[in-house]
């Protein structure tokens, strides 16, 4: 029987999601198959790109938190 390999099966590969055995199947099918060896590197790139996407809040959203924090009474009264 042939196995066919998906682009969910590719992510997993990346991810390393994948067991020792099916590692060897898919590098296989990678070799086999031009189209989803693209996508493979296609997934390597966006990976790398995402890790390196840097989050920090807007300056205002910063203020808004420690203005609210200077203003919250530690013991409010019911």
């Given at each position: 029987?042939?196995?066919?390999?998906?682009?969910?099966?590719?992510?997993?590969?990346?991810?390393?999601e994948t067991s020792a055995?099916?590692?060897?199947?898919?590098?296989?099918?990678?070799?086999?198959?031009?189209?989803?060896?693209?996508?493979?590197?296609?997934?390597?790139?966006?990976?790398?790109?995402?890790?390196?996407?840097?989050?920090?809040?807007?300056?205002?959203?910063?203020?808004?938190?420690?203005?609210?924090?200077?203003?919250?009474?530690?013991?409010?009264?019911?």
């Amino acid at each position: 029987m042939i196995q066919t390999f998906t682009n969910d099966d590719v992510i997993r590969y990346v991810y390393e999601e994948t067991s020792a055995e099916e590692n060897l199947l898919i590098e296989d099918a990678l070799m086999a198959e031009p189209e989803l060896m693209s996508f493979y590197l296609d997934t390597l790139e966006v990976k790398c790109l995402m890790n390196k996407i840097e989050r920090k809040p807007a300056d205002r959203t910063v203020q808004n938190i420690l203005n609210y924090s200077r203003n919250y009474a530690a013991n409010p009264s019911v």
